[in-house]
């Protein structure tokens, strides 16, 4: 079973940039969608943005326009472009790997890195 681990969190300035990713330890060809979700401190894991292997990307609402998802098959790598930070985007991002694309949550998850936006 393939494990994941992210890199890249931090704390950055509101209006900065971060790049966060997230390496497999095998293939990621054949899982149909791997994305990023976000959990706040006291609350559930949320969404952030997922990409299928098709190219299928979809983000949530609070984060379209400013983060970018991609995923390198070659390399085994996700990414997440993450431009003009705001304090609310503070959490731990999770990278996952969702085999059929069902459910996430019987996929595979990373160990989480955190990001914290302040000035």
């Known amino acids: 079973q393939v494990q994941l681990v992210e890199s890249g969190g931090g704390l950055v300035q509101p209006g900065g940039s971060l790049r966060l990713s997230c390496v497999a330890s095998g293939a990621i060809w054949p899982i149909y969608q791997m994305g990023w979700y976000r959990r706040f401190r006291g609350s559930s894991r949320e969404l952030v943005a997922t990409?299928?292997?098709?190219?299928?990307?979809d983000y949530a609402d609070s984060v379209a326009g400013r983060f970018t998802i991609s995923r390198d098959n070659e390399k085994n790598t996700l990414t997440l472009e993450m431009n003009n930070l705001k304090p609310e985007d503070t959490a731990v991002y999770y990278c996952n790997a969702d085999w059929d694309g069902s459910n996430p949550d019987f996929g595979v998850w990373g160990q989480g890195t955190q990001v914290n936006v302040s000035a």
């Open positions: 990409v299928t292997s098709r190219g299928r990307k």
